[in-house]
């Protein structure tokens, strides 16, 4: 059985590894060293910036994406291009590592669930058999959320969509239309493990305008974070997604509770490894010479209970930024290397960096994980 995704490291290195210094030295099998060996998979998020097919579909407001806009003629062959970018990315997260494309990935700005098919079905992504979870939603532009997985270490248990509900001006009578919040429970490797992804509200309007969407769409993830820590406060969870907000934000601070050390943590408190990679100066999306951390993944805290690495363990959090997923010239050189400028297709990837997580195990129980 083929099992790439398995690192050989001993808990010395791994511990090298987490302090950011060293040289990687050559893996040898515990056979060989009788040393704990490891598990590594790659946890995703991204933003793939209007990934809409070209057909016009009469029952959704697809007329305002992009590549609707342009002549029609040019539309299969953008779209074409447009899903080989982004499964190029997807099957590149992690991989220094993980030596795999992402067990499990998050995605959100997408049209529909035929769009995911071609992605995942486009070379890059097609031999690592990613199945897909996803529900239309009410959103006002067509654009959805969903995850993907590997089904070679997930398996779903459950999923359902939680309809976050807005209203314009706090008008009851006038109801705002945005993306669900999709709740995933499955099974990594045989652990369970329950996923939230978000695509909250936009600043359109402005920052302070628009934060009570926000707010309101962290307050429908966090009821449903409660109601599985009600059943078990040892709950493996992770929220994920394209927050328009940062880690100071009210949305993710107060709402959320997600804290950036993991000593501050309590049996139900969240953890945002983001905010310390923000507080560094890196970010996933740019705006006007000011970088911001939209995308997010923040675990429970159980994940950071390392328990002698018998189960998933959080390892490292990172924005996969590399130089290639760049805008490489003029004015915004160095911002993510976005697909569209207004209705012109730039060859390029997405407005947002991707995030990831590794999560860490032993592979082999039956060894001892101290040096």
């Known amino acids: 059985m083929k099992n790439t995704n398995l690192l050989i490291v001993t808990l010395l290195?791994?511990?090298?590894?987490?302090c950011g210094g060293g040289k990687k030295t050559a893996d040898k099998s515990s056979?060989?060293?009788?040393?704990?060996?490891y598990k590594i998979n790659t946890i995703a998020f991204y933003n793939l910036e209007n990934l809409f097919d070209p057909e016009d579909d009469p029952q959704k407001k697809d007329e305002y994406s992009p590549i609707m806009e342009m002549a029609e003629s040019e539309r299969e062959g953008i779209y074409q291009k447009k899903l080989n970018n982004m499964a190029k990315?997807?099957?590149?997260i992690g991989e220094e590592k993980a030596k795999q494309p992402p067990a499990v990935i998050g995605v959100c700005e997408l049209e529909n669930y035929g769009v995911l098919q071609d992605l995942v079905n486009q070379g890059p992504l097609k031999e690592h058999d990613y199945e897909i979870?996803?529900?239309d939603s009410p959103d006002e532009r067509s654009i959805d959320v969903a995850l993907l997985y590997r089904k070679s270490v997930f398996r779903s248990m459950y999923s359902e969509p939680h309809e976050v509900v807005l209203y314009e001006n706090d008008d009851p009578g006038e109801r705002d239309y945005t993306r669900?919040?999709?709740y995933v429970k499955g099974k990594l490797d045989g652990e369970v493990i329950h996923f939230l992804v978000n695509h909250w509200p936009s600043r359109s309007g402005g920052e302070k305008r628009s934060r009570p969407n926000r707010v309101n769409a962290a307050k429908t993830a966090k009821k449903v974070i409660d109601s599985v820590q009600s059943q078990n406060p040892y709950a493996k969870i992770m929220l994920m997604g394209d927050l328009n907000d940062g880690p100071e934000n009210k949305s993710v601070k107060e709402i959320i509770g997600a804290k950036d050390e993991i000593e501050k943590l309590e049996l139900k408190?969240?953890?945002?490894?983001?905010e310390k990679i923000y507080d560094q100066g890196i970010g996933t999306i740019a705006w006007r010479d000011t970088w911001d951390l939209f995308d997010h993944i923040i675990i429970s805290k159980p994940f950071t209970d390392k328990d002698d690495y018998k189960t998933y363990s959080f390892y490292k959090a990172g924005v996969y930024n590399p130089v290639w997923l760049q805008n490489p010239k003029g004015q915004y050189q160095g911002y993510p290397y976005r697909a569209f400028v207004g209705s012109t297709f730039t060859g390029g990837y997405s407005d947002h960096f991707p995030v990831f997580m590794y999560l860490i195990k032993r592979a082999n129980p039956d060894k001892t994980a101290s040096n």
Request: net charge neutral; proline share 3%; hydrophobic share 40%.
């Open 180 to 182: 669900d919040v999709l």
């Open 13 to 18: 290195i791994l511990n090298f590894y987490s």
């Open 269 to 274: 408190g969240m953890y945002n490894p983001f």
């Open 133 to 135: 979870i996803h529900y």
């Open 31 to 37: 056979s060989d060293t009788g040393k704990a060996t």
């Open 89 to 92: 990315v997807i099957a590149k």
